[in-house]
């Protein structure tokens, strides 16, 4: 089965910046919608951002719109999440999800929705304030 994983997680204090990674073989490759998600200890997942790497669709939440950006590099089978402004309360286990075709539009926000089949093992952020 694939493999994704996701890399980048870490600490820092409030305003700080982090860049978070997923890689997978043949993640950019084709029709694939990439989602990332988190979930805090005691909340429920949370869709923050969604990728159709055919495309130019993105999709966002709107907790981290103006501050998050999704973005892709094909050549390394890679998604990414730059996370700019962060505040403590984006402080969550982030996940990267694959599912192989298109992305619902917001839907793909939406685990349940979007039906993502391929899940990665999760990083940590922690914001300081």
């Known amino acids: 089965p694939l493999k994704v994983v996701e890399s980048g997680g870490g600490s820092v204090p409030a305003g700080g910046s982090l860049r978070l990674s997923c890689a997978a073989s043949?993640?950019?490759?084709?029709?694939?919608?990439v989602g990332w998600f988190r979930q805090a200890p005691g909340k429920e997942r949370e869709g923050v951002a969604s990728i159709y790497t055919a495309g130019t669709s993105k999709y966002y939440a709107d907790s981290v719109k103006g501050r998050f950006t999704i973005s892709q590099d094909s050549a390394k089978d890679t998604v990414y999440l730059q996370m700019n402004s962060l505040k403590p309360e984006d402080t969550a286990t982030y996940y990267c999800a694959l599912d192989e075709g298109a992305c619902w539009g917001s839907g793909s926000l939406e685990a349940a929705k979007q039906g993502y089949s391929y899940w990665g093992q999760g990083t940590q952020v922690t914001v300081s304030s």
């Open positions: 043949g993640l950019t490759a084709g029709t694939n919608c």
